[in-house]
């Protein structure tokens, strides 16, 4: 497809499982983010990818929060040992240019992975 | 710390009227500001962006956003509103340091028929 892609759409993990999400981004953008988005607020920033570099991962709110991109276009966001407080939607976005200011380079979305820990 | 405040977290508007939907931001220089949608299932899209010159930016779908330093505010408007327009509607503000945006809260826009 044209777009960002995601999978899965929707998954439901018990507490203490390991899950990994999937981003496809749109072909040829160098740029890949990750946010984090709560019930009810806006998307907060994870990681960012220029290429297979991940180049800040400031956002990642804790050592069981990893993500790769080792060819430079799919990515993976992978949480170990979930928590209930890792339910979110988590949302990718590539950008065609080096992933600097939105005045130049525009973030295109996936329609997000639904993270629910039971 | 920058911040971004949306007002409202829902706004309910006949289809055909217009519409306004409210953003606040609180940041030290010249902001670079946004607004995005995002409708059930789909992924958050640009509506416009704003970064200098004319306060009034015209964005996509019709949708246009005022600039007003003065208030520290970037409002959302759009004459007549369709069904179609049902979603909701994010304020953002690009940190200068390291390009990142900063997000409120998000503004549900439900259509009555």
């Known amino acids: 497809g044209a777009g960002v892609s995601q999978s899965p759409r929707y998954k439901v993990a018990k507490r203490g499982q390991d899950v990994a999400l999937r981003c496809d981004p749109i072909?040829?953008?160098?740029?890949l983010f990750w946010y984090q988005q709560a019930l009810g607020q806006g998307p907060e920033f994870l990681t960012y990818f220029q290429n297979e570099a991940q180049l800040d991962k400031s956002g990642l709110p804790s050592d069981r929060f990893f993500a790769e991109r080792p060819e430079g276009s799919v990515s993976t966001l992978k949480i170990q040992r979930t928590q209930q407080e890792d339910s979110a939607v988590y949302l990718c976005a590539s950008s065609l240019g080096s992933g600097t200011s939105g005045r130049t380079d525009t973030q295109y979305f996936g329609p997000g992975t639904r993270l629910t820990v039971l | 710390a920058q911040s971004v405040t949306q007002p409202d977290i829902h706004i309910t508007v006949s289809e055909g009227a217009s519409l306004e939907l409210r953003c606040n931001y609180s940041y030290g220089a010249t902001p670079y500001l946004f607004w995005y949608v995002q409708s059930p299932g789909q992924g958050l899209q640009l509506l416009l962006k704003y970064f200098s010159g004319d306060t009034l930016v015209q964005g996509i779908k019709g949708f246009e956003a005022e600039f007003k330093r003065s208030q520290s505010s970037f409002n959302l408007r759009k004459p007549s509103v369709h069904w179609s327009d049902a979603a909701e509607y994010f304020c953002?503000?690009?940190?200068?340091?390291?390009?990142?945006?900063?997000w409120g809260a998000g503004t549900k826009l439900i259509i009555k028929p």
């Open positions: 072909s040829g953008h160098v740029s």
């Open positions: 953002a503000v690009e940190r200068a340091s390291n390009y990142q945006l900063i």
